[in-house]
């Protein structure tokens, strides 16, 4: 298990294409165990997801058990999606459990800005313990930080206009953020990396940012590096879903042929297809 | 944001193929954001197949944050498939925030008559807020004026038997009844449609009902008469199931190829195609 | 419905591909109403697999309604996936309430072991009940014997190791015991049946094992020998998931050919594919 690294080594690490496909293959190899507090849209989406990937997907998310296995998990998601009063509790539990282990988290703050109930939580969550990663789209970032949000959970502003926010961010919580888009643009607050790959039908499947936060978490608990991390979740999901483009006819048969392509994609296949910046 | 319209002018109006495909047009160009209270087995689903059509689901179901949501959203869903006690003041808090709002909700009240306490949710759901739509099986829609409703989920009345009752609970409730079956039967008490489209493939499909409540309510937030709203729904649900059914080799590639043909229906390919009476 | 049977003559009987066969013309011709009070991970894929193979899947979860129902079903599936407060209630009462009407049960005591909670949730259901069968992997088997468990949902023993506790287990409940594996073993504590059919992408779906426990509360609906329920679940499952492999592309794809394959399997089909010892 990996805590998150913000010693200078990582802060100053330049992430290259042959750096994500190692870290596939080491997700690969380890299989991290990784607790998911997640919604119930995207809960058995995100399982199959991570198993496609090569990670062993954990949904513990109640309030009596999200706090112990925190201890055990290799990386721990919490998504905010569709809380209720039982997960919240969990999902406070957890992250004080896993910052108490040196566990890694992924925060993904979905709707927060106009949703007020989760807002306060995403904000209490962050408060006492650092994710080694915030993953959202621009306006929850944006929110995040006090800006104004989108009105639903589909964002309204462009990555790059979060960019600034999101280094802000970084900086105050010393974590990573990941900001999803045509672009994905990624700082832990110094280092700033952009994944140019992707596919328009990613946004009309339900849950692939979702899925990108567990993914997150599991290469968090393989790997030092978180920024590396977020980088490699997202090159993986990425570079499968222009694969998985290719054969499918619509969003229906695109979702089934990125969890094929995720399964199949070579770590070797991976460094020579994303597309960084 | 469009509210439920009885007017005289929508009353004596007859729905031609060529509204539904027009309704599909508007549907895609304003992407209403669509709350969804749904249950645990069909929101991923829900979700996948609204943003197929051309929706945007917002699947905001904790008894914190769905009524100020329902305030904002264009249309709202109220699903019983899987109430607990939060979902179900979840339920009524948006109901009330949508009557006060003006939003268009629509009810579907899985398995009411045999199952108690969710029979008396439905029935004080419809106490003091009349839904655009009320959208169930011909057991559920008998149990909700009274009669005797199914063992399970599955209908074993048939629509015709139930359209009288259909009628009655309309013209009651100032709402439009959509019973569905191998012909679909939608009634606002006064005028009557039948969809004619379907497969039997659709039986064999967890949910496929649910999300069809999840899209007329999608319908709703951008038409202003219910009943062309739930037409809409249906034919657009139904026309691209027979499309899938062509191209499936059973019920797990139909529900893909369900999605591919939603999001590559056109307005004039579902003028075309739907048969109404 | 038929509750468990530990009659003389099932205890001594045989089973023999034919019967599988034949049970599974039975589950067609009946279509048994399933209660199934699962995990929010699995419940859509679980609901989907009970349609293809021909039973009627039913939801109900929630405290209020789960008792009642359990005495109307014709067998009931309480799985331990993702429990709350809620639902944990809700099992207790289904269950008592099965009990008293007869119904079979089936428990599938998910992550039982590591975590505290759920495994007293599950040593709580077997007080004063005996299910038809319970449905694990080697380490949940072996963690309701007292032994240790598995750090997660995933196995970390073979079903072959776990056997001799899988007897004993079957006989201090009166139940049938049913463990998971690439062979798989079953037993009612007196007869041992293996079933070796299946395949390795059934690792890389979620759920596979969550929906094999329903499948089997569907069987019990239909069967007097709770052993052969559990062994035509298992032979129909797999077989179909041989079938399904050979069209698939990776995880995604044969999950979808898994629902194709079980909906297109025939009874004579399944009575020649299946591998019993």
């Known amino acids: ?13 330049t992430i290259s294409p042959a750096d994500v496909g190692s870290a ?4 690969r190899e380890r299989a991290p165990l990784v607790q998911c507090i997640t919604n119930i849209v995207v809960a058995q989406w995100t399982a199959n997801l991570l198993l496609a990937a090569g990670a062993n997907p954990a949904m513990v998310d109640n309030a009596h058990e999200a706090g112990p296995f925190a201890a055990v998990a290799d990386g721990l998601l919490v ?44 904000l209490d969550l962050l408060t006492g313990s650092a994710p080694a990663i915030i993953r ?21 502003h462009t990555p790059e206009a979060a960019l600034s926010a999101a280094r802000s961010l ?11 888009g045509v ?34 978490a599991g290469f968090c608990g393989v790997l030092d590096d978180p920024l590396l991390a977020a980088v490699a979740a997202t090159g993986t ?10 054969v499918a006819h619509g969003p229906g048969s695109f979702a089934v042929a990125l969890l094929d392509e995720l399964a199949a994609l070579t770590p070797e296949d991976l460094a020579d297809r994303v597309r960084l910046s």
Chains 1, 2, 3 share one sequence.
């Open 79 to 122: 998504n905010l999606g569709t809380p209720y009063d039982d997960t919240a509790t969990a999902m406070q539990r957890a992250v004080d459990s896993a910052t108490g282990a040196g566990t890694p988290w992924v925060l993904d703050p979905v709707a927060v800005g106009p949703l007020e109930w989760r807002t306060r939580i995403a």
């Open 237 to 246: 999901l990425t570079v499968a879903a222009e694969a998985a483009a290719v």
């Open 183 to 216: 672009v994905d643009h990624l700082t832990d607050g110094e280092r700033v990396v952009r994944v140019h790959n992707g596919e328009v039908l990613l946004t009309k499947v339900t849950g692939v940012g979702c899925a990108l936060g567990a993914l997150m």
């Open 170 to 180: 970084a900086r105050t919580h010393s974590t990573v953020v990941a900001i999803s």
């Open 24 to 27: 596939l293959a080491d997700l």
């Open 1 to 13: 298990m990996s805590a998150p690294s913000s010693t200078s080594r990582s802060s100053t690490f």
């Open 136 to 156: 959202g789209n621009a306006s929850e970032i944006l929110a995040l930080v006090g800006g104004s949000g989108g009105k639903g959970v589909e964002s309204r």
